[in-house]
Nanobody, 122 residues
Framework: QVQLVESGGGLVQAGGSLRLSCAAS????????MAWFRQAPGKERDIVAA????????YYVDSVKGRFAISRDNAKNTVYLQMNSLKPADTAVYYCASGNLLRTDHESYAYWGQGTQVIVSS
């Protein structure tokens, strides 16, 4: 089992920044990919960014490229999502997820955090 706990959400004005954190615990040696997803009311849960614990190029959905950055601290088993130049369209519940392969579909991820709300006001 892998436990994931997110933090860092909140209310921010358009153009502002937030940093989300996701702390992993448990059998972390069994998971290789960490991802951030988001889900707005009435919409699907979509991937935002993902990376491998071992390194390599991260993945970003086109709508956040140049604004968001995913990073990791292997020693702390923590993944971050730095979100800059936030837009009202970024408003959603953000979830971190753990899986074995870097995939964009949420079905590929076995473990999920509880989610953290991000609200961007205009």
């Amino acid at each position: 089992q892998v436990q994931l706990v997110e933090s860092g959400g909140g209310l921010v004005q358009a153009g502002g920044s937030l940093r989300l954190s996701c702390a992993a615990s448990g059998r972390t040696s069994t998971h290789y990919v960490m991802a951030w997803f988001r889900q707005a009311p009435g919409k699907e849960r979509d991937i935002v960014a993902a990376l491998r614990w071992s390194g390599g190029n991260p993945y970003y959905v086109d709508s956040v490229k140049g604004r968001f950055a995913i990073s990791r601290d292997n020693a702390k088993n923590t993944v971050y999502l730095q979100m800059n130049s936030l837009k009202p369209a970024d408003t959603a519940v953000y979830y971190c997820a753990s899986g074995n392969l870097l995939r964009t579909d949420h079905e590929s991820y076995a473990y999920w955090g509880q989610g953290t709300q991000v609200i961007v006001s205009s």
